[in-house]
C-alpha cells in the first residue's frame, strides 16, 4: 500500500499518523540471486523472525497492566514493529525455500520444537526491569545484525533489515534510557535493575555466538564487538558496573547449554505458543 492508495480526497492532514505507510518492499526483485544458498537464507529469515514473533507476543502481555498508559502504548508498538519485522520474514522464508508458506503458516502451525528463536525472547515476563533489560539486549543485538544485513546479498532481506534498522534504533533508545532511569532512580528500582542483569546474564552469550547470518553479511563476532561496547556504556551509565555487580558482560563463561537456534527451548515457549495459536488452530480454515 502507498501514500497514494490511502489519499481519498488530497487531504493529508486528515491522517492524524502521517503518511508515510510505504510498502519496503516495492520494486524489489523476489528472486534468490544468483550464489545465495536459498536454503540459508531460508533458516535466517526464519530464526530472524522467530526471535520477533516471541518477543513481540511477550511484549503483547504487558496490554491492560503496564505501569503507565505511555509506556504501555509504547511497549505496545514496540510489539507492533517486531511482528511487522516477522511477518516480512516470514514470507521470505517461505519464498526461499520454494515451500510458498505464508506468515501464518510459520506463526500459527509450528510446534515449539521447529521454532528457532534465541531463548532469551522467550523467558516469563518479570517485572517491568526485566522486560526493559530484555529489551536493551535484544535491540542493541538485532540492531547491530540488521545493519550488517543491509550490505545482504539478497535484496529482499537486505531491503528488511533497512526497515528494521529504524524501528531498532528507537527500541534501543526507549530501553536504554529506561535502564538508566531505573538504575539512578530508588533503591527498589536499582535493585530490581541489577535483579534483571543477574537472571538475563547467562542467555546473552547464545545471542553473540549465533551464527544464523554470518554468510549473508552479518560475522558474529564483529555482532558482538558492536553489541558488548553499547550494553557496556549503558550498563556504566545506570551505575550496574560497579565491582561486585554482575552484568552479561561479566559472565561470558557461564552461558545456558544449548541453543534455541538448534529447537532447544525453555519450557517456557510451549505455552506462550499456545496461547498465540489458539484461535488460528480452533479454526485452521478462518481468513481474516
Not at 545482504?152 to 524501528?167: F, G, N, T
Not at 527500541?171 to 542483569?197: K, N, Q
Not at 489458539?278 to 485452521?284: C, G, L, Q, T
Request: aromatic share 6%; charged share 25%.
Amino acid at each position: 500500500m502507498t501514500d497514494e492508495d490511502l489519499y481519498v480526497d488530497g487531504d493529508s492532514a486528515r491522517w492524524a499518523f502521517g503518511t508515510g505507510f510505504t510498502d519496503p518492499l516495492h520494486g524489489v526483485d523476489q528472486a534468490v540471486p544468483e550464489g545465495v544458498d536459498a536454503e540459508e537464507l531460508a533458516a535466517c529469515c526464519l530464526a530472524l523472525g522467530d526471535d520477533a514473533l516471541v518477543s513481540a507476543q511477550r511484549l503483547a502481555e504487558w496490554c491492560t497492566r503496564a505501569p503507565e498508559l505511555e509506556e504501555e502504548l509504547a511497549l505496545a508498538n514496540i510489539g507492533l514493529d517486531l511482528l511487522g519485522q516477522a511477518r516480512l520474514l516470514y514470507a521470505r522464508a517461505g519464498g526461499a525455500d520454494g515451500t510458498g508458506r505464508g506468515e501464518d503458516a510459520y506463526a500459527y502451525f509450528r510446534d515449539p520444537e521447529d521454532f528457532r528463536n534465541v531463548r532469551l525472547a522467550e523467558l516469563p515476563g518479570g517485572d517491568f526491569a526485566f522486560t526493559v533489560v530484555r529489551l536493551l539486549v535484544l535491540s542493541v543485538w538485532r540492531l547491530a545484525v540488521c545493519e550488517a544485513l543491509v550490505a545482504a546479498p539478497d535484496p529482499v532481506l537486505s531491503a528488511i533489515a533497512a526497515k528494521s534498522v529504524k524501528e531498532l534504533a528507537y527500541h534501543r533508545r526507549y530501553a536504554a534510557e529506561w535502564t538508566v532511569r531505573l538504575g539512578g532512580g530508588t533503591a527498589e528500582s536499582a535493585g530490581r535493575l541489577r535483579a534483571a542483569w543477574g537472571e538475563l546474564a547467562t542467555w546473552v552469550d547464545e545471542l553473540l555466538t549465533d551464527r544464523t547470518a554470518e554468510r549473508l553479511g552479518a560475522d558474529p563476532a564483529a555482532v558482538a564487538e558492536r553489541t558488548r561496547p553499547e550494553l557496556f556504556h549503558v550498563l556504566a551509565e545506570a551505575g550496574l558496573n560497579r565491582p561486585g555487580d554482575v552484568s552479561p558482560l561479566d559472565t561470558p563463561a557461564s552461558p545456558v547449554p544449548g541453543s534455541g537456534r538448534n529447537g532447544e527451548h525453555t519450557p517456557h515457549l510451549a505455552p506462550l505458543l499456545a496461547e498465540l495459536q489458539s484461535v488460528a488452530r480452533a479454526h485452521p480454515d478462518a481468513s481474516w
